[in-house]
């Protein structure tokens, strides 16, 4: 979480839906990439890699909206979730820069 990329907020998934900020219910729409937190708001380009991305058995972005369910967002959480996402992705690239440097490296 100290990546340089995570200040960079070009790179923070968009949430543009004005509304209450509340986690009514978390759900991931593939198609339109977006992580949904109640009717009307949700996170904009979230791809299946991240929202499936696991530590520990939890999805990350999932286990962190439905640990704050049935609760208000607030600006500082709703930034910090956006800062996961980066970190999230920043974690991916890098793990595939591993890959392609150390191709024989064990996968489980």
Excluded at 54 to 71: A, E, F, I, M, T
């Amino acid at each position: 979480m100290e990546s340089p990329a995570l200040n960079e907020h070009t790179q923070y998934p968009k949430y543009p839906a004005p509304g209450t900020h509340r986690v009514d219910r978390v759900a991931y729409g593939e198609a339109e990439r977006r992580v949904y937190v109640n009717e009307t708001q949700y996170f904009e380009g979230i791809g299946p890699g991240v929202w499936d991305f696991s530590v520990g058995g939890y999805q990350v972005c999932n286990k962190w909206l439905k640990d704050r369910k049935g609760r208000q967002l607030s600006l500082e959480e709703i930034e910090q979730y956006q800062r996961v996402v980066v970190a999230l992705r920043e974690t991916i690239r890098v793990m595939g820069e591993i890959d392609t440097l150390i191709p024989s490296w064990p996968h489980v």
